[in-house]
């Protein structure tokens, strides 16, 4: 079992930064890839960013390539996504979440998820 909690959304003006933070229990989070995912109103949930569970190897949603790094450190249980150049297409509310096995851009691959975090990026 692993719980996630999310923090650092907020609002932002376009061309800023946030750093979201996603806090794990558990005694196995370092064996799950993890993802951060994020929903806009009236909008699917999307696949933002994802690393696996060594920190080794990493995806991107191609639009925010260049923008936005995730990065986790097992020691700590955390995992944390670093969002630069912030848009107002960007504005929505960020999971995280965490999966067996490799990075996977599905939602439904992720067994536990955070309550997610509002990020609103004002032009």
């Known amino acids: 079992q692993v719980q996630l909690v999310e923090s650092g959304g907020g609002l932002v003006q376009a061309g800023g930064s946030l750093r979201l933070s996603c806090a794990a229990s558990?005694?196995?989070?370092?064996?799950?890839?993890m993802g951060w995912f994020r929903q806009a109103p009236g909008k699917g949930r999307e696949f933002v960013a994802g690393?696996?569970?060594?920190?080794?190897?990493?995806d991107y949603k191609d639009s925010v390539k260049g923008r936005f790094t995730i990065s986790r450190d097992n020691a700590k249980n955390t995992v944390a996504l670093q969002m630069s150049s912030l848009k107002p297409e960007d504005t929505a509310v960020y999971y995280c979440?965490?999966?067996?096995?490799?990075?996977?851009?599905?939602?439904?691959?992720?067994?536990?998820w955070g309550q997610g975090t509002q990020v609103t990026v004002s032009p």
């Open positions: 690393i696996d569970w060594s920190g080794g190897s990493t």
């Open positions: 979440a965490a999966a067996r096995g490799a990075i996977y851009r599905g939602p439904a691959n992720y067994v536990y």
């Open positions: 558990g005694r196995a989070f370092s064996s799950y890839a």
